[in-house]
Protein backbone atom coordinates (compact mmCIF):
# COMPACT_ATOMS: atom_id res chain seq x y z
CA UNK A 1 0.00 0.00 0.00
CA UNK A 2 1.33 3.69 -1.43
CA UNK A 3 2.38 5.76 2.13
CA UNK A 4 -0.69 8.25 3.73
CA UNK A 5 -1.42 10.58 5.47
CA UNK A 6 -4.50 10.71 8.16
CA UNK A 7 -5.68 13.06 10.60
CA UNK A 8 -8.67 12.69 13.11
CA UNK A 9 -9.88 15.39 14.84
CA UNK A 10 -11.54 15.00 18.30
CA UNK A 11 -9.44 11.69 18.67
CA UNK A 12 -10.41 11.15 22.44
CA UNK A 13 -8.49 8.62 23.70
CA UNK A 14 -7.26 7.57 20.30
CA UNK A 15 -9.29 4.34 20.27
CA UNK A 16 -10.02 4.41 16.43
CA UNK A 17 -6.27 5.79 15.70
CA UNK A 18 -4.58 3.24 17.62
CA UNK A 19 -6.00 0.32 15.74
CA UNK A 20 -5.51 1.63 12.05
CA UNK A 21 -2.21 2.76 12.84
CA UNK A 22 -1.22 -0.84 14.01
CA UNK A 23 -2.97 -2.33 10.97
CA UNK A 24 -1.89 -0.01 8.38
CA UNK A 25 2.20 0.63 8.88
CA UNK A 26 2.64 2.39 5.25
CA UNK A 27 0.12 5.45 6.58
CA UNK A 28 0.90 8.51 9.05
CA UNK A 29 -1.57 9.23 11.77
CA UNK A 30 -2.25 11.92 13.55
CA UNK A 31 -4.79 12.38 16.65
CA UNK A 32 -5.52 15.76 17.29
CA UNK A 33 -7.88 16.58 20.84
CA UNK A 34 -8.19 19.43 23.21
CA UNK A 35 -8.12 17.23 26.35
CA UNK A 36 -5.07 16.63 27.86
CA UNK A 37 -6.17 13.09 29.57
CA UNK A 38 -7.65 11.95 26.10
CA UNK A 39 -4.00 12.89 24.35
CA UNK A 40 -1.74 11.43 27.32
CA UNK A 41 -4.30 8.33 27.22
CA UNK A 42 -3.66 7.78 23.54
CA UNK A 43 0.46 8.36 23.71
CA UNK A 44 0.80 5.93 26.39
CA UNK A 45 -1.00 3.36 24.54
CA UNK A 46 0.96 3.71 21.57
CA UNK A 47 4.18 3.54 22.87
CA UNK A 48 3.14 0.17 24.98
CA UNK A 49 2.34 -0.99 21.47
CA UNK A 50 5.40 0.49 20.16
CA UNK A 51 3.87 2.46 17.33
CA UNK A 52 6.18 4.65 15.65
CA UNK A 53 3.28 5.72 12.98
CA UNK A 54 1.11 7.63 15.45
CA UNK A 55 1.20 10.83 16.68
CA UNK A 56 -1.31 12.89 19.29
CA UNK A 57 -1.52 16.73 19.60
CA UNK A 58 -3.27 18.58 22.14
CA UNK A 59 -4.68 21.49 21.20
CA UNK A 60 -7.70 23.63 20.78
CA UNK A 61 -9.48 22.86 17.18
CA UNK A 62 -9.68 26.55 16.23
CA UNK A 63 -5.67 26.48 16.50
CA UNK A 64 -5.25 22.93 14.59
CA UNK A 65 -4.70 24.70 11.25
CA UNK A 66 -0.53 26.24 12.80
CA UNK A 67 -0.14 22.77 14.12
CA UNK A 68 -0.48 20.16 11.84
CA UNK A 69 0.34 22.41 9.15
CA UNK A 70 3.85 20.31 7.85
CA UNK A 71 1.95 17.78 4.80
CA UNK A 72 -1.38 17.71 3.67
CA UNK A 73 -3.43 14.53 4.71
CA UNK A 74 -5.12 12.01 2.16
CA UNK A 75 -7.85 11.75 4.97
CA UNK A 76 -9.32 13.86 7.91
CA UNK A 77 -11.84 12.25 9.85
CA UNK A 78 -14.57 13.85 12.03
CA UNK A 79 -16.49 10.81 14.54
CA UNK A 80 -18.64 12.54 17.30
CA UNK A 81 -17.45 16.14 17.07
CA UNK A 82 -18.82 18.04 13.86
CA UNK A 83 -22.72 18.36 16.43
CA UNK A 84 -20.97 19.09 19.27
CA UNK A 85 -19.11 21.97 18.74
CA UNK A 86 -20.26 25.17 18.72
CA UNK A 87 -20.52 26.50 15.26
CA UNK A 88 -16.99 29.12 15.13
CA UNK A 89 -15.47 26.06 16.15
CA UNK A 90 -16.97 24.08 12.55
CA UNK A 91 -16.14 27.56 10.67
CA UNK A 92 -12.03 27.06 11.87
CA UNK A 93 -12.33 23.62 11.21
CA UNK A 94 -13.66 23.93 7.78
CA UNK A 95 -10.45 26.69 7.07
CA UNK A 96 -8.32 23.68 8.50
CA UNK A 97 -10.25 20.52 6.01
CA UNK A 98 -9.62 23.31 3.13
CA UNK A 99 -6.23 24.26 3.56
CA UNK A 100 -5.15 20.29 4.36
CA UNK A 101 -7.10 18.18 2.84
CA UNK A 102 -4.86 16.99 -0.24
CA UNK A 103 -7.00 17.48 -3.67
CA UNK A 104 -8.75 14.32 -4.57
CA UNK A 105 -8.44 13.48 -0.63
CA UNK A 106 -11.54 11.83 1.55
CA UNK A 107 -13.35 13.49 4.79
CA UNK A 108 -15.09 11.60 6.49
CA UNK A 109 -17.94 13.44 8.62
CA UNK A 110 -20.39 12.28 11.19
CA UNK A 111 -22.42 14.24 12.87
CA UNK A 112 -26.23 13.82 14.15
CA UNK A 113 -29.20 14.78 11.71
CA UNK A 114 -32.73 15.73 11.40
CA UNK A 115 -35.57 14.38 11.85
CA UNK A 116 -34.39 11.53 14.24
CA UNK A 117 -32.66 13.88 16.65
CA UNK A 118 -35.26 16.40 16.05
CA UNK A 119 -37.31 15.60 19.37
CA UNK A 120 -34.39 14.95 21.80
CA UNK A 121 -33.50 18.13 21.55
CA UNK A 122 -36.17 19.55 24.31
CA UNK A 123 -35.08 16.75 26.14
CA UNK A 124 -31.24 17.25 26.02
CA UNK A 125 -31.50 20.71 27.21
CA UNK A 126 -33.35 19.85 30.27
CA UNK A 127 -31.33 16.90 31.03
CA UNK A 128 -28.48 19.12 30.76
CA UNK A 129 -29.70 22.22 33.08
CA UNK A 130 -30.99 19.58 35.74
CA UNK A 131 -28.10 17.85 35.71
CA UNK A 132 -25.50 20.94 35.94
CA UNK A 133 -28.07 22.03 39.24
CA UNK A 134 -27.32 19.16 40.89
CA UNK A 135 -23.46 19.67 40.76
CA UNK A 136 -20.34 17.16 40.83
CA UNK A 137 -18.76 15.64 38.60
CA UNK A 138 -20.30 15.50 35.19
CA UNK A 139 -20.83 11.77 34.29
CA UNK A 140 -22.76 12.02 37.83
CA UNK A 141 -24.30 15.24 36.56
CA UNK A 142 -25.44 13.56 33.46
CA UNK A 143 -26.95 10.63 35.33
CA UNK A 144 -29.05 12.98 37.69
CA UNK A 145 -30.27 14.84 34.64
CA UNK A 146 -31.25 11.54 33.03
CA UNK A 147 -32.88 9.94 35.87
CA UNK A 148 -34.67 13.00 36.13
CA UNK A 149 -36.22 12.85 33.09
CA UNK A 150 -36.79 9.04 33.59
CA UNK A 151 -39.02 10.50 36.07
CA UNK A 152 -41.06 12.36 33.73
CA UNK A 153 -41.80 9.55 31.54
CA UNK A 154 -43.13 7.71 34.56
CA UNK A 155 -45.66 10.81 35.29
CA UNK A 156 -46.79 10.45 32.05
CA UNK A 157 -45.37 13.50 30.62
CA UNK A 158 -46.97 14.46 27.26
CA UNK A 159 -43.52 14.62 25.63
CA UNK A 160 -42.89 11.17 26.26
CA UNK A 161 -46.31 10.21 25.29
CA UNK A 162 -46.06 11.63 21.57
CA UNK A 163 -42.16 10.16 21.00
CA UNK A 164 -42.21 7.04 23.19
CA UNK A 165 -38.41 6.59 21.15
CA UNK A 166 -37.48 8.84 23.84
CA UNK A 167 -37.83 6.59 26.84
CA UNK A 168 -36.09 4.18 24.98
CA UNK A 169 -33.38 6.51 24.51
CA UNK A 170 -33.18 7.15 28.27
CA UNK A 171 -33.39 3.30 29.20
CA UNK A 172 -30.35 2.92 27.11
CA UNK A 173 -28.35 5.44 28.18
CA UNK A 174 -28.23 3.49 31.62
CA UNK A 175 -25.82 1.49 29.60
CA UNK A 176 -23.22 3.89 28.39
CA UNK A 177 -19.88 4.38 29.51
CA UNK A 178 -19.33 8.04 31.53
CA UNK A 179 -17.39 9.48 28.96
CA UNK A 180 -20.10 8.78 26.15
CA UNK A 181 -23.00 9.73 28.59
CA UNK A 182 -21.14 12.90 29.51
CA UNK A 183 -20.65 13.51 25.68
CA UNK A 184 -23.43 13.04 24.56
CA UNK A 185 -25.94 14.34 27.37
CA UNK A 186 -23.77 17.21 29.30
CA UNK A 187 -22.51 19.24 25.99
CA UNK A 188 -23.58 22.58 25.54
CA UNK A 189 -23.18 22.56 21.95
CA UNK A 190 -25.39 19.65 21.39
CA UNK A 191 -27.03 20.21 17.95
CA UNK A 192 -28.61 17.79 14.73
CA UNK A 193 -27.65 19.57 11.48
CA UNK A 194 -29.69 19.91 8.28
CA UNK A 195 -27.69 17.43 5.64
CA UNK A 196 -28.64 20.09 2.93
CA UNK A 197 -27.08 22.21 4.83
CA UNK A 198 -23.49 20.40 5.77
CA UNK A 199 -23.58 19.63 1.86
CA UNK A 200 -23.74 23.03 1.01
CA UNK A 201 -20.88 24.46 3.59
CA UNK A 202 -18.21 21.50 2.46
CA UNK A 203 -19.28 22.35 -1.08
CA UNK A 204 -18.29 26.11 -0.51
CA UNK A 205 -14.80 24.74 0.37
CA UNK A 206 -14.65 22.39 -2.56
CA UNK A 207 -15.54 19.32 -1.20
CA UNK A 208 -18.16 16.84 -2.54
CA UNK A 209 -20.53 14.36 -1.44
CA UNK A 210 -19.44 10.51 -2.37
CA UNK A 211 -21.80 8.52 -0.33
CA UNK A 212 -22.22 7.33 3.26
CA UNK A 213 -19.55 5.04 4.88
CA UNK A 214 -22.37 3.20 6.34
CA UNK A 215 -23.03 0.80 3.03
CA UNK A 216 -26.72 -0.24 3.29
CA UNK A 217 -27.32 3.71 2.91
CA UNK A 218 -25.67 3.71 -0.54
CA UNK A 219 -28.81 1.02 -1.47
CA UNK A 220 -32.18 3.05 -1.69
CA UNK A 221 -34.00 0.11 -2.52
CA UNK A 222 -33.05 -1.57 0.55
CA UNK A 223 -32.76 1.21 2.77
CA UNK A 224 -35.79 3.80 2.10
CA UNK A 225 -39.71 2.82 1.70
CA UNK A 226 -40.62 1.50 -1.63
CA UNK A 227 -43.13 4.46 -1.68
CA UNK A 228 -40.49 6.98 -1.18
CA UNK A 229 -38.12 5.59 -4.71
CA UNK A 230 -40.74 7.52 -7.07
CA UNK A 231 -40.37 11.04 -5.15
CA UNK A 232 -36.79 10.27 -4.78
CA UNK A 233 -36.61 10.21 -8.69
CA UNK A 234 -37.86 13.26 -9.43
CA UNK A 235 -35.04 14.99 -7.18
CA UNK A 236 -32.14 16.54 -9.07
CA UNK A 237 -30.64 18.92 -6.35
CA UNK A 238 -28.21 16.73 -4.27
CA UNK A 239 -28.75 18.08 -1.07
CA UNK A 240 -32.44 17.75 -1.49
CA UNK A 241 -32.35 14.43 -2.62
CA UNK A 242 -30.25 13.06 0.86
CA UNK A 243 -32.79 15.05 3.21
CA UNK A 244 -35.40 13.64 1.72
CA UNK A 245 -33.44 10.42 2.65
CA UNK A 246 -33.26 11.59 6.07
CA UNK A 247 -37.16 11.67 6.51
CA UNK A 248 -37.81 8.58 4.93
CA UNK A 249 -35.58 6.96 7.28
CA UNK A 250 -35.93 9.20 10.55
CA UNK A 251 -32.46 9.38 10.07
CA UNK A 252 -30.30 10.07 13.59
CA UNK A 253 -27.15 10.30 12.31
CA UNK A 254 -25.22 10.72 9.36
CA UNK A 255 -21.29 8.91 8.57
CA UNK A 256 -20.88 10.27 5.22
CA UNK A 257 -17.84 10.58 2.94
CA UNK A 258 -16.65 13.78 0.85
CA UNK A 259 -13.68 14.35 -1.57
CA UNK A 260 -12.14 17.59 -2.21
CA UNK A 261 -12.40 18.72 -5.78
CA UNK A 262 -11.31 15.73 -8.34
CA UNK A 263 -14.15 14.28 -11.02
CA UNK A 264 -15.89 10.76 -9.93
CA UNK A 265 -14.64 7.51 -11.78
CA UNK A 266 -16.10 6.40 -15.06
CA UNK A 267 -18.05 3.36 -15.15
CA UNK A 268 -15.53 1.26 -16.46
CA UNK A 269 -12.41 2.93 -13.79
CA UNK A 270 -15.14 1.77 -11.15
CA UNK A 271 -15.60 -1.67 -12.07
CA UNK A 272 -11.90 -2.47 -12.75
CA UNK A 273 -11.04 -1.48 -9.07
CA UNK A 274 -14.09 -3.49 -7.59
CA UNK A 275 -13.19 -6.55 -9.59
CA UNK A 276 -9.73 -6.59 -8.01
CA UNK A 277 -11.17 -6.11 -4.07
CA UNK A 278 -10.70 -9.26 -2.06
CA UNK A 279 -13.58 -10.21 0.76
CA UNK A 280 -13.22 -12.35 3.47
CA UNK A 281 -15.97 -14.13 5.62
CA UNK A 282 -16.02 -13.13 9.28
CA UNK A 283 -17.38 -14.78 12.06
CA UNK A 284 -20.75 -15.88 12.78
CA UNK A 285 -21.89 -15.50 8.86
CA UNK A 286 -24.22 -17.97 7.85
CA UNK A 287 -23.24 -20.02 5.27
CA UNK A 288 -26.26 -20.02 3.68
CA UNK A 289 -28.78 -17.20 1.72
CA UNK A 290 -31.26 -15.85 1.58
CA UNK A 291 -30.86 -13.40 5.00
CA UNK A 292 -33.20 -11.06 6.66
CA UNK A 293 -31.54 -7.65 6.92
CA UNK A 294 -33.21 -5.63 9.94
CA UNK A 295 -33.19 -2.23 8.83
CA UNK A 296 -34.20 1.31 9.82
CA UNK A 297 -37.10 0.89 7.72
CA UNK A 298 -38.05 -2.61 8.51
CA UNK A 299 -36.57 -5.98 8.12
CA UNK A 300 -35.53 -6.87 4.25
CA UNK A 301 -35.81 -9.71 2.73
CA UNK A 302 -32.07 -11.19 0.78
CA UNK A 303 -32.77 -13.40 -1.73
CA UNK A 304 -31.09 -16.92 -1.51
CA UNK A 305 -30.88 -16.58 -5.30
CA UNK A 306 -28.03 -13.56 -4.27
CA UNK A 307 -26.63 -13.86 -1.38
CA UNK A 308 -26.50 -18.24 -1.49
CA UNK A 309 -23.97 -18.11 -3.97
CA UNK A 310 -21.80 -15.64 -2.12
CA UNK A 311 -21.80 -17.08 1.26
CA UNK A 312 -21.32 -20.77 -0.51
CA UNK A 313 -17.95 -19.29 -2.29
CA UNK A 314 -16.72 -16.85 0.81
CA UNK A 315 -17.15 -20.24 3.34
CA UNK A 316 -14.28 -21.73 1.16
CA UNK A 317 -11.95 -18.72 1.51
CA UNK A 318 -11.32 -15.32 0.26
CA UNK A 319 -12.90 -14.22 -3.23
CA UNK A 320 -12.41 -11.15 -5.32
CA UNK A 321 -15.61 -9.67 -6.59
CA UNK A 322 -13.95 -10.72 -10.00
CA UNK A 323 -14.23 -14.24 -8.93
CA UNK A 324 -17.48 -14.17 -7.40
CA UNK A 325 -18.77 -12.46 -10.32
CA UNK A 326 -18.23 -15.33 -12.74
CA UNK A 327 -21.04 -17.37 -11.26
CA UNK A 328 -24.19 -17.33 -13.24
CA UNK A 329 -26.28 -15.39 -10.68
CA UNK A 330 -24.69 -12.08 -11.67
CA UNK A 331 -23.33 -12.67 -15.40
CA UNK A 332 -26.35 -10.45 -16.79
CA UNK A 333 -26.60 -8.10 -13.70
CA UNK A 334 -23.06 -7.91 -11.91
CA UNK A 335 -23.89 -4.83 -9.69
CA UNK A 336 -26.02 -6.72 -7.66
CA UNK A 337 -23.43 -8.66 -6.83
CA UNK A 338 -21.83 -5.11 -5.11
CA UNK A 339 -24.64 -4.66 -3.13
CA UNK A 340 -24.91 -7.89 -1.94
CA UNK A 341 -21.79 -7.45 -0.49
CA UNK A 342 -22.31 -4.34 0.79
CA UNK A 343 -25.28 -5.24 2.70
CA UNK A 344 -23.35 -8.63 3.92
CA UNK A 345 -21.06 -6.22 5.07
CA UNK A 346 -23.34 -3.71 6.69
CA UNK A 347 -24.74 -6.70 8.50
CA UNK A 348 -21.29 -7.57 9.80
CA UNK A 349 -20.81 -10.58 7.87
CA UNK A 350 -17.72 -9.82 5.28
CA UNK A 351 -15.08 -7.32 5.53
CA UNK A 352 -13.00 -6.23 2.58
CA UNK A 353 -9.29 -7.78 2.83
CA UNK A 354 -6.44 -5.36 2.33
CA UNK A 355 -4.55 -6.03 -1.07
CA UNK A 356 -0.60 -6.35 1.45
CA UNK A 357 -0.09 -8.64 4.17
CA UNK A 358 1.47 -5.97 7.03
CA UNK A 359 3.99 -7.07 9.50
CA UNK A 360 1.53 -8.25 12.32
CA UNK A 361 3.85 -7.91 15.46
CA UNK A 362 2.50 -4.70 16.53
CA UNK A 363 -1.44 -5.63 16.37
CA UNK A 364 -0.05 -8.83 18.37
CA UNK A 365 1.42 -6.47 21.15
CA UNK A 366 -1.77 -3.82 20.93
CA UNK A 367 -4.18 -6.86 21.01
CA UNK A 368 -2.48 -8.16 24.47
CA UNK A 369 -3.11 -4.72 25.67
CA UNK A 370 -6.51 -3.77 24.56
CA UNK A 371 -7.78 -7.57 25.69
CA UNK A 372 -6.38 -6.80 29.19
CA UNK A 373 -8.29 -3.86 29.41
CA UNK A 374 -11.65 -4.99 27.90
CA UNK A 375 -11.26 -8.00 30.61
CA UNK A 376 -10.72 -5.17 33.51
CA UNK A 377 -13.65 -3.27 32.46
CA UNK A 378 -15.69 -5.65 31.76
CA UNK A 379 -16.78 -4.46 28.40
CA UNK A 380 -16.78 -5.57 24.85
CA UNK A 381 -14.60 -3.56 22.18
CA UNK A 382 -12.24 -4.54 19.46
CA UNK A 383 -8.90 -5.74 18.38
CA UNK A 384 -6.55 -4.99 15.47
CA UNK A 385 -6.90 -7.52 12.53
CA UNK A 386 -4.29 -6.07 9.96
CA UNK A 387 -5.44 -8.35 6.99
CA UNK A 388 -8.49 -6.58 7.11
CA UNK A 389 -6.59 -3.13 7.79
CA UNK A 390 -9.06 -2.47 10.53
CA UNK A 391 -10.55 -4.35 13.83
CA UNK A 392 -12.56 -7.07 14.27
CA UNK A 393 -15.46 -6.46 17.56
CA UNK A 394 -14.42 -9.20 20.32
CA UNK A 395 -17.01 -9.81 23.40
CA UNK A 396 -15.76 -10.63 26.48
CA UNK A 397 -15.69 -14.46 25.53
CA UNK A 398 -13.21 -13.12 22.91
CA UNK A 399 -11.27 -11.18 24.76
CA UNK A 400 -10.39 -13.75 26.89
CA UNK A 401 -9.50 -15.79 24.24
CA UNK A 402 -6.78 -13.69 22.67
CA UNK A 403 -5.29 -13.11 25.84
CA UNK A 404 -4.69 -16.72 26.51
CA UNK A 405 -3.42 -17.16 22.93
CA UNK A 406 -1.11 -14.49 22.80
CA UNK A 407 0.35 -15.73 25.90
CA UNK A 408 0.85 -18.80 24.81
CA UNK A 409 0.11 -19.53 21.13
CA UNK A 410 1.19 -23.14 20.75
CA UNK A 411 -1.22 -24.26 23.34
CA UNK A 412 -3.57 -27.31 23.01
CA UNK A 413 -6.89 -26.47 22.46
CA UNK A 414 -7.82 -28.02 26.32
CA UNK A 415 -5.18 -25.59 27.40
CA UNK A 416 -5.95 -22.52 25.86
CA UNK A 417 -9.63 -23.12 27.00
CA UNK A 418 -8.23 -23.62 30.78
CA UNK A 419 -6.87 -20.12 30.19
CA UNK A 420 -10.08 -18.73 28.98
CA UNK A 421 -11.62 -19.79 32.03
CA UNK A 422 -9.27 -18.86 34.62
CA UNK A 423 -9.28 -15.04 32.55
CA UNK A 424 -12.67 -14.69 32.99
CA UNK A 425 -12.84 -16.11 36.39
CA UNK A 426 -10.53 -13.61 37.58
CA UNK A 427 -12.35 -10.73 36.59
CA UNK A 428 -15.75 -11.85 37.87
CA UNK A 429 -17.09 -14.17 35.14
CA UNK A 430 -18.76 -17.15 36.10
CA UNK A 431 -20.50 -20.37 35.17
CA UNK A 432 -18.06 -22.91 34.62
CA UNK A 433 -19.77 -25.54 31.99
CA UNK A 434 -21.73 -22.73 30.24
CA UNK A 435 -18.45 -20.91 29.40
CA UNK A 436 -16.43 -24.08 28.84
CA UNK A 437 -18.81 -25.00 26.10
CA UNK A 438 -18.80 -21.39 24.94
CA UNK A 439 -14.34 -21.36 24.85
CA UNK A 440 -14.46 -24.65 22.76
CA UNK A 441 -17.15 -22.52 20.82
CA UNK A 442 -14.97 -19.46 20.47
CA UNK A 443 -11.66 -21.70 19.29
CA UNK A 444 -13.55 -24.30 17.02
CA UNK A 445 -15.61 -21.14 15.24
CA UNK A 446 -13.81 -17.93 15.66
CA UNK A 447 -10.31 -18.30 16.70
CA UNK A 448 -9.05 -19.68 12.99
CA UNK A 449 -10.09 -16.61 11.44
CA UNK A 450 -8.51 -14.15 13.89
CA UNK A 451 -5.43 -16.27 12.79
CA UNK A 452 -6.43 -15.68 9.84
CA UNK A 453 -6.80 -12.08 9.84
CA UNK A 454 -2.98 -11.27 11.47
CA UNK A 455 -5.53 -10.65 15.27
CA UNK A 456 -3.61 -13.38 16.38
CA UNK A 457 -0.61 -15.46 15.57
CA UNK A 458 -0.53 -18.99 14.50
CA UNK A 459 0.19 -21.71 16.51
CA UNK A 460 3.23 -22.10 15.29
CA UNK A 461 4.37 -19.05 16.35
CA UNK A 462 5.69 -17.87 19.64
CA UNK A 463 6.05 -14.43 20.74
Same mark, same amino acid.
Given at each position: ?????????????????????????? %???????????? =?????? &???????? /?????????? &???? =??? $??????? *???????? =?????????? !?????????????????????????????????????????????????? %????????????? @???? =????? *????? /??????? @??????????????????? !??????????????????????????????????????????????? &?????????????????????? #????????????? !? $????????????????????????? *?????????????????????????? #?????? /???????????? !?????????????????????????????????? #????????????????? %????????????????????????????? $???????????????? *???????? @??????????
Amino acid at each position: MKPFRWCELGCGPGANLIINAATNPS %GHFIGIDFNPEH =IEQGRK &KAAMAGLA /NLEFIECDFD &KADG =IAS $RNPFDFI *VLHGLWSW =IAPETRRSIL !VFIRRWLRPCGVLYLHHMTHPGMSSFAAGQHLLRRKGMQAGGPRPEQARS %GRDFLAQLAQAGA @GYFV =IHPAE *VTRLE /NARHLTD @GHLTHEFMNPHWEPLHVAD !VMDELAGIGCRRLGSAVPIDNIDAASLPAGVLPLLADQDDPGTREAL &KDLARNQTERRDLYAMGGEPLT #AAEHRALLWEQPF !V $RLPGAPVLGGLTFDTRIGPVEGEAA *VFDPVLRALADGPRTIGMLAQHRAFA #AAPGIL /NQALQMLSWAGC !VHPLSSTRPPREASWALNRILAHEALKAGLPGHL #AAPALGSGVPADLLGMA %GALAILDAPASCEEETGQRMLRLLGKHGH $RGAAELGQGCAAWQRN *VLPLWRQF @GALPPASVGL
